[in-house]
């Protein structure tokens, strides 16, 4: 697992090339410390999940279910959950296959975007594996359950035309041409406002506790005050001008 920070974007590169990016147990264990120290950074606006080379990730490494300690599966819901609660906009970019904990990662983003060409599967059901319910739900909430359904049951992989048209990609970009839209749209991100999407991700999420409504509502009044950046972008609107956003992270 290795990782640069350019620019606001931080990319997270997932890294087993003799295994086609397989999971080890120790790069399960790996990535939901790195997902801290990245979510600490406050040069981070964007984190962008990707695979070394032509491959996303195959899943597990199955040499690892027969490792003493913690099953795959504990870790990989582990470092599902870290991914998903990332503070920022995530986005998985995917070429060639993804699998089994791959596509668990990738479903834990906020957004994935896929060369022509990737596979997408969810093979448990070869192995005698019980799929994680937090898997599972994130695979409904993105596919529906007739398309979840099918790739829980039969593992078999779909392409990328099918994992557009069902909602499990976003996007899906000719050969060669994912880096640069990658590339494109997070710097897109990185000069939107923070405070709008990170209350977005949050509001997405789920219920908001009590405690976290408030936060936001007093948020967003006093963005709406001179100086906040609400009032800078309605400012820079009218201006017909960038707007020079300044709010840099939630409290508590």
């Not at 606001?8 to 399960?28: C, D, F, H, L």
């Not at 609107?237 to 840099?248: K, N, V």
Request: hydrophobic share 45%.
């Amino acid at each position: 697992m290795t990782h640069t920070v350019t620019d606001g974007v931080a990319t997270v590169v997932i890294s087993n090339p003799a295994k086609r990016n397989a999971m080890t147990a120790a790069m399960w264990r790996a990535l939901p410390e790195l997902l801290d120290a990245l979510a600490a950074d406050p040069a981070v606006r964007v984190l962008v999940l990707t695979g070394d080379g032509e491959t996303f990730c195959a899943g597990a490494d199955i040499a690892s279910l027969r490792e003493p300690g913690p099953s795959p599966r504990e870790l990989a819901v582990l470092a599902e959950e870290a991914l998903a609660a990332f503070p920022r906009p995530t986005l998985a970019a995917v070429r060639g296959h993804c699998a089994g904990g791959g596509c668990q990662l990738a479903a834990a983003c906020d957004l994935r975007f896929a060369e022509e060409g990737a596979l997408f599967a969810v093979p448990p059901a070869r192995l005698g594996v019980v799929y994680p319910p937090s898997a599972v739900r994130r695979l409904v909430a993105l596919t529906g359950p007739s398309t979840a359904k099918y790739l829980l049951f039969s593992g078999e992989p779909v392409d990328t035309a099918r994992a557009l048209r069902t909602g499990l990609v976003d996007e899906v970009l000719p050969p060669g041409g994912l880096a640069g839209r990658v590339a494109a749209f997070t710097a897109v991100l990185t000069r939107r406002s923070l405070l709008t999407q990170t209350a977005a991700k949050e509001f997405v999420a789920g219920d908001v506790p009590p405690g976290r409504a408030a936060y936001w509502e007093r948020q967003a009044r006093e963005q709406a005050e001179p100086g906040g950046d609400t009032a800078e972008g309605v400012a820079a609107f009218l201006e017909r001008r960038t707007p020079r956003f300044t709010w840099t992270g939630p409290g508590d």
